[in-house]
């Protein structure tokens, strides 16, 4: 499984983004899909989880302007990320869990919010 992401960028405070992460190989619609940043100095964190069966799960800061969804007829799945601030700035990847329990990371894209 390889999982390409892309749509990082520059933002302003209280600006949109949303990211991409398009999965080649292996049972998408089977598979659980999650986003995950790190920020410069910290470990990486948990951002949000889909399920095959499209169950959504966030993490306390970003519930309510955050949302994970999926796409499995385009093997995608994307994070539309709203009300963005500073916090927020970090390197977004896109992780899968495949059935068998194997997991995969992407390659990551830089998110950057300007105060």
């Known amino acids: 499984v390889q999982l390409q992401a892309s749509g990082g960028g520059l933002v302003q405070a209280g600006g949109s983004l949303t990211l991409s992460c398009v999965a080649s190989?292996?049972?998408?619609?089977?598979?659980?899909m999650a986003w995950y940043r790190q920020a410069p100095g910290t470990q990486r964190e948990l951002v949000a989880v889909?399920?095959?069966?499209?169950?959504?799960n966030y993490a306390d800061s970003v519930n309510g302007r955050f949302t994970i969804s999926r796409d499995n007829d385009k093997k995608t799945v994307y994070l539309q990320m709203n009300s963005l601030k500073p916090e927020d700035t970090g390197v977004y990847y896109c992780?899968?869990?495949?059935?068998?329990?194997?997991?995969?990371w992407g390659q990551g894209t830089l998110v950057t919010v300007s105060s």
């Open positions: 190989g292996g049972f998408f619609s089977l598979n659980t």
């Open positions: 889909i399920t095959s069966g499209s169950t959504t």
């Open positions: 992780k899968t869990r495949t059935l068998g329990r194997n997991e995969y």
